[in-house]
């Protein structure tokens, strides 16, 4: 998020100087920079003991591509318990662990996507009503399966070079 107004007292806010970041958002009534914002997420790659990833369809959006359980992260988590939140909110699976594998910032949404490898057992899923379907695929499968040069496909990439 970019500010053209004080999210403090509503005044437009002008580009100033600010040291060596450039010409930032600022409020002259409130003496304040405004720093760019924007949102933390996590995106798991799950993974049971057999070696092969759980992908979803989601309800909504593009409901015809599988993606990666995701999800925004709440104030006081870490990444690993925002992960494991997400995968057993979406998929009724209670990772084992949860490890950090990589970080892509995504510009359309002005996320910072936390690639996130999530091991679970394999067992059937109870998925919430985010969710049309959810299903394993090898790591060759899977990295096919989601769409060419997206984030969760470079993090597909990623857990199997840290866990084959």
Known sequence: ????????CGEKTILKKIGDEGDIPYCEKCSRPLFD??????LNVVVNEYNEVL?????YGDTSKYVGVAGFMKIGETPEEAG????????G?????VTYIDSAFYE????????LIA??????????????EAKWFT??????TVREGSIIQRFIIAAEKEIV
């Open 119 to 132: 091991r679970v057992k394999k067992a059937d899923t109870n998925i919430s009503g985010e969710l049309l």
């Open 108 to 115: 359309g949404r002005d996320q910072l996507m936390l690639g």
């Open 1 to 8: 998020m970019r500010f053209e107004y004080c999210p403090f």
């Open 55 to 59: 992908l979803i369809r989601q309800s």
């Open 93 to 97: 699976l209670a990772p084992e662990s």
């Open 139 to 144: 790591f060759e499968e899977a990295v096919k």
């Open 84 to 91: 494991a939140r997400e995968v057993l909110e979406e998929t």
């Open 37 to 42: 914002m924007f949102s933390t997420c996590v």
